[in-house]
T-cell receptor, first 112, second 113 residues
């Protein structure tokens, strides 16, 4: 069983729709939660970073963490074709060294 | 801004050959990492370093070696390449252990035939 599970998709939505992504995890020691966006043939880029449970909003992006359910989510409002990418969740359980455990990524397609 | 620079971008190796993937960052970051990404599998940590002269194994270190003689450079050495090492390799760096400012390189695509 993987430590971090993420539906691979693809998730296809029309432009302007809300994109909903999520990851589940099994390690209760995880405290730091991140979402990365990765375009084809590029390196991941950090979108959102949250510590412990709660919500965080940044523009069109909202990240939620529910540690009691071991479940994290990313919502993209007013989706654009430029949001088409693979979205990776990542998490770590300690600050020292900050070794991240990644989900497998969800491919998102936003159709004009 | 150069950020994290990886070379080469693409390489084909024959089984048993060796090579070094280069990684350099110009942000004076202490922490550097090497990940590999297989299709649909996310990124797995190969090796990491918390500063010059200090390296440690990650989740999948077998078949690889690293060194960190300077803050800027963190090369990854593949000895006796095997088909299982066909993957995309990403180098990353961060200034501290908080995790909210990790920068990734563009990736190196390696095929072992």
């Amino acid at each position: 069983q993987k430590e971090v599970e993420q539906d691979p998709g693809p998730l296809s939505v029309p432009e302007g729709a809300i994109v909903s992504l999520n990851c589940t995890y099994s390690n209760s020691a995880f405290q730091y939660f991140m979402w990365y966006r990765q375009y084809s043939r590029k390196g991941p880029e950090l979108l959102m970073y949250t510590y412990s449970s709660g919500n965080k909003e940044d523009g069109r992006f909202t990240a939620q963490v529910d540690k009691s359910s071991k479940y994290i989510s990313l919502f993209i409002r007013d989706s654009q074709p430029s949001d088409s990418a693979t979205y990776l969740c990542a998490m770590s359980g300690q600050a020292a060294g900050n070794k991240l455990t990644f989900g497998g990524g969800t491919r998102v397609l936003v159709k004009p | 801004n150069a950020g994290v620079t990886q070379t080469p971008k693409f390489r084909i190796l024959k089984i048993g050959q060796s090579m070094t993937l280069q990684c350099a960052q110009d942000m004076n970051h202490n922490y550097m990492y090497w990940y590999r990404q297989d299709p649909g599998m996310g990124l797995k940590l190969i090796y990491y370093s918390v500063g010059a002269g200090i390296t440690d194994k990650g989740e999948v270190p077998n078949g690889y070696n690293v060194s960190r003689s300077t803050t800027e450079d963190f090369p990854l050495r593949l000895e006796l390449a095997a088909p299982s090492q066909t993957s995309v390799y990403f180098c990353a760096s961060t200034p501290d252990s908080s995790g909210n400012t990790i920068y990734f390189g563009e990736g190196s695509w390696l095929t072992v035939v």
